[in-house]
């Protein structure tokens, strides 16, 4: 009898090249928590801001079309209702890098790029990514400021989303403002400041990213017959793989 060890598995596939992801959960003193009253928000409508910094996201990062951001993740620490979301607008524009604090003020869309326009269905606990319609390029040097707002109309209740507070030391710099409103945001709608900003990944996707996601092995032993090793391939790319379409190779030695 003969006892194998699987020793690596080596994953191709043509023209694979993986996500940029910076994930901002903290500020900069680490604060952090939770609200209700971000992304989704409690009432018919929702609007909010927010500012990352560009130390906080990487001087580096984002800032060509090849390497452009166009898919965010906010994480769900609390699923609410209705699970399923229409009219959810996400904005983003640069903004200077002495910009780092919201005052209080109205509601506007000036300078914004508009990246998504469409629904979302945060229906489990965890990071909820959304493909953006618009790459957005950062400005090197910039910050970026994003602004959510939902416009269903739907009263929303039980959502909780994690929060990155502030982008100072002590995590209670202003660097947020929102409503929430029973009518839609209009030019004259008051928006107040907060120090919880939500929590945010930005990431780049390429047409092709895949990565093994899973490994599933038979219990380690001796044995005389064939044996199957399984593998779960997840593909988070822009562009589809067809069943089959992957290779995996097995580097296997005993």
Request: aromatic share 10%; proline share 3%.
């Given at each position: 009898?003969?006892?194998?060890?699987?020793?690596s598995i080596l994953f191709f596939a043509q023209m694979i090249t993986f996500a940029q992801s910076v994930a901002i959960v903290s500020g900069?003193?680490?604060?952090?928590?939770?609200?209700?009253?971000?992304?989704?928000?409690?009432?018919?409508y929702h609007v909010s801001e927010a500012i990352y910094t560009d130390n906080e996201i990487g001087a580096a990062n984002f800032i060509s079309p090849s390497a452009a951001i166009n898919k965010i993740g906010y994480f769900v620490a609390q699923v609410g209702a209705p699970t399923?979301?229409?009219?959810?607008?996400?904005?983003?524009?640069?903004?200077?890098?002495?910009?780092t604090v919201f005052a209080a003020g109205t509601y506007s869309t000036a300078g914004y790029t508009l990246v998504f326009?469409?629904?979302?269905?945060?229906?489990?606990?965890?990071?909820?990514?959304?493909?953006?319609?618009?790459?957005?390029?950062?400005?090197a040097g910039s910050?970026?400021?994003?602004?959510?707002?939902?416009?269903?109309?739907?009263?929303?209740?039980?959502?909780?989303?994690?929060?990155?507070?502030?982008?100072?030391?002590?995590?209670?710099a202003t660097t947020s403002r929102r409503a929430n409103s029973t009518t839609?945001?209009?030019?004259?709608?008051?928006?107040?400041?907060?120090?919880?900003?939500?929590?945010?990944?930005?990431?780049?996707?390429?047409?092709?990213?895949?990565?093994?996601?899973?490994?599933?092995?038979?219990?380690?032993?001796c044995y005389g017959s064939d044996q199957t090793i399984g593998v779960v391939v997840s593909n988070e790319g822009l562009t589809s793989i067809p069943a089959g379409a992957v290779s995996v190779n097995l580097n296997i030695s005993g």
């Amino acid at each position: 009898m003969k006892k194998f060890y699987l020793l690596s598995i080596l994953f191709f596939a043509q023209m694979i090249t993986f996500a940029q992801s910076v994930a901002i959960v903290s500020g900069a003193g680490g604060a952090a928590g939770t609200s209700g009253n971000i992304i989704v928000g409690q009432s018919a409508y929702h609007v909010s801001e927010a500012i990352y910094t560009d130390n906080e996201i990487g001087a580096a990062n984002f800032i060509s079309p090849s390497a452009a951001i166009n898919k965010i993740g906010y994480f769900v620490a609390q699923v609410g209702a209705p699970t399923q979301i229409s009219s959810f607008k996400v904005w983003m524009k640069n903004v200077s890098a002495t910009t780092t604090v919201f005052a209080a003020g109205t509601y506007s869309t000036a300078g914004y790029t508009l990246v998504f326009d469409g629904a979302i269905e945060p229906a489990e606990t965890g990071e909820y990514k959304i493909l953006l319609n618009t790459p957005f390029v950062r400005t090197a040097g910039s910050n970026l400021q994003v602004m959510v707002e939902r416009l269903d109309g739907a009263v929303n209740t039980g959502y909780i989303f994690y929060s990155a507070n502030g982008n100072d030391v002590s995590g209670t710099a202003t660097t947020s403002r929102r409503a929430n409103s029973t009518t839609a945001p209009t030019s004259t709608t008051s928006l107040t400041t907060s120090e919880f900003r939500p929590a945010i990944d930005l990431i780049h996707v390429s047409d092709n990213d895949a990565t093994i996601a899973d490994i599933i092995n038979p219990t380690i032993s001796c044995y005389g017959s064939d044996q199957t090793i399984g593998v779960v391939v997840s593909n988070e790319g822009l562009t589809s793989i067809p069943a089959g379409a992957v290779s995996v190779n097995l580097n296997i030695s005993g």
